[in-house]
């Protein structure tokens, strides 16, 4: 809080970093490669960085995925290849005009930084109709795993 008193000159205390975790240079990083970005599906949908807690040395499972989100076993989870996350998204079309190439450049981007900044890449689909898309990975300095997630609609 600032304040119009003789004490204005002294720093006030860090509250966020007591309070709220460090964002992590990951999301620092891939946020602006996100902007504008909507994933096609019923319902375009925009992308966020995920942090997890994840530090597993092998590749996650449904399993992993449903203790990490806190979901309940009759929860539908299953894992797709990164190959059929990435398709739609930087597939350049005949019909493309200059915003669609543009898009899928831009996409194409985003997929290049992740490729080059995470390993052990896995893509997990979280519902049946109103499906939570995450792309995890682990960055090359270490753990825990991060990546992002999305929403497509699928009826």
Do not use: C
């Not at 600032?2 to 946020?31: L, M, R, W, Y």
């Not at 519902?127 to 009826?155: A, S, W």
């Amino acid at each position: 809080m600032t304040t119009d008193s003789a004490d204005s000159n002294v720093p006030e205390p860090n509250i966020k970093a007591q309070s709220e975790p460090e964002t992590s240079s990951f999301v620092q990083e891939v946020t602006p490669l996100l902007t504008d970005l909507l994933y096609p599906s019923e319902s375009d949908e925009p992308l966020e960085p995920v942090d997890t807690y994840l530090r597993m040395a092998e590749p996650l499972t449904v399993s992993h995925i449903k203790d990490w989100l806190m979901l309940p076993p009759s929860n539908y989870v299953d894992e797709i290849t990164e190959a059929e996350f990435w398709e739609p998204v930087v597939t350049i079309e005949d019909w493309f005009g200059d915003e669609e190439k543009a898009k899928a450049d831009q996409f194409q981007k985003l997929k290049t930084y992740l490729e080059t900044t995470l390993t052990d890449r896995q893509v997990f689909r979280v519902g049946q109709t109103e499906i939570d898309v995450y792309l995890l990975g682990k960055p090359k300095e270490g753990e825990p795993r991060v990546g992002l997630k999305t929403k497509v609609v699928e009826t």
